[in-house]
């Protein structure tokens, strides 16, 4: 089992729709959890960290862990065809020294 | 603020050339690490630098692979004796102290012929 696993899509959604977006990780003591986006060509750009239980809201994303299911996941509200990219789930696993443990990736693509 | 940069953007080199990555932090930052990625692949973490020291560097692959950080700000990834399998992007990423947010570069391109 990979320590963090995502859909590799491609996830199709239209303009202006809910775009959701899933990641699993394996282990338990995670406590830090992050997306990135990665546009074709590009290096992963940070678009929100969650620490806790719940929901984080920032502007057209939110993002929302479940840590008794290992669970996080990225809503994009209003979708625009610029958000179309990979989003990359990344976890520092217990004991990790802060090193990224990313999952493959899930491709996004919005369509007008 | 500048990011984090990295030079060459792109190298192509022979198999069995020795090849140098550069990494320049953002100014501050203590933590640096190397990321590897491979096409439709996540990145993989290759070594982790707090200051001057390589704090965990088990994402090595093999002893053909060293970085350095000698005064703490510019880190150097070395490949020894490249092989085709190497070929792939190496990202660098920087932190804070005390953050464990990181921010990365806009990589530099390998491609081992």
């Known amino acids: 089992q990979k320590e963090v696993e995502q859909n590799s899509g491609p996830l199709s959604v239209p303009e202006g729709a809910i775009a959701s977006l899933n990641c699993t990780y394996s282990d338990r003591g995670s406590q830090s959890f992050f997306w990135y986006r990665q546009y074709s060509g590009k290096s992963p750009e940070l678009i929100m960290s969650i620490y806790s239980n719940g929901d984080k809201e920032d502007g057209r994303f939110t993002a929302q862990l479940n840590k008794a299911s290992q669970y996080v996941s990225l809503l994009i509200r209003d979708s625009q065809p610029s958000d179309s990219a990979t989003y990359l789930c990344?976890?520092?696993?217990?004991?990790?020294?802060?090193?990224?443990?990313f999952g493959a990736g899930t491709r996004l693509a919005v369509h007008p | 603020g500048a990011g984090v940069s990295q030079t060459p953007s792109n190298k192509v080199t022979e198999k069995g050339k020795y090849v140098e990555l550069r990494c320049d932090p953002i100014s501050g930052h203590t933590a640096l690490y190397w990321y590897r990625q491979s096409l439709g692949q996540g990145p993989e973490f290759l070594i982790y630098?707090?200051?001057?020291?390589?704090?965990?560097d088990s994402g090595l692959p093999n002893d053909r692979f060293f970085a350095v950080r000698p005064e703490g700000s510019v880190s150097t990834l070395k490949i020894q004796r490249t092989e085709r399998g190497d070929s792939a992007v190496y990202l660098c990423?920087?932190?804070?102290?005390?953050?464990?947010?990181?921010?990365f570069g806009p990589g530099t391109r390998l491609t081992v012929l």
């Open positions: 990344a976890v520092i696993v217990s004991g990790g020294y802060n090193k990224l443990i």
């Open positions: 630098f707090q200051g001057t020291g390589a704090a965990d």
């Open positions: 990423a920087s932190s804070d102290l005390g953050t464990d947010t990181q921010y």
